[in-house]
Nanobody, 123 residues
């Protein structure tokens, strides 16, 4: 398993921006596809964005497309989620996930998850 640590969450006003970071501990993850999921209060965890191990392919949920950008820096062993034009409905705990299989990753079935970082968007 890969241990993942998220950071960068916080409180921001509507229209603001945040940048989340995810760093694995204990090993490199350069050959893993990575993803961000989120879970709002009272709702199921949902897929937000994913990126291939090389960084050449990205996928987004319709709800964040055009506002969020996922990226990675394998030299720094980190993956990022740049979130712009934030809305109150983006309020959630954001989780980083990693998997060697992109399909399994995007389905939310990976075994490798972080503890999450809270993002709160005030209206």
């Amino acid at each position: 398993q890969v241990q993942l640590v998220e950071s960068g969450g916080g409180l921001v006003q509507t229209g603001g921006s945040l940048r989340l970071s995810c760093v694995p501990s204990g090993r490199t993850f350069s050959n893993y596809a990575m993803a961000w999921f989120r879970q709002a209060p009272g709702k199921d965890r949902e897929f937000a964005a994913a990126i291939s191990w090389s960084g050449t392919s990205t996928w987004y949920a319709d709800s964040v497309k055009g506002r969020f950008t996922i990226s990675r820096d394998n030299a720094k062993n980190a993956v990022y989620l740049q979130m712009n034009s934030l809305k109150p409905e983006d309020t959630a705990v954001y989780y980083c996930a990693a998997d060697l299989n992109v399909r399994r990753l995007k389905s939310g079935s990976s075994d490798n998850w972080g503890q999450g970082t809270q993002v709160t968007v005030s209206s």
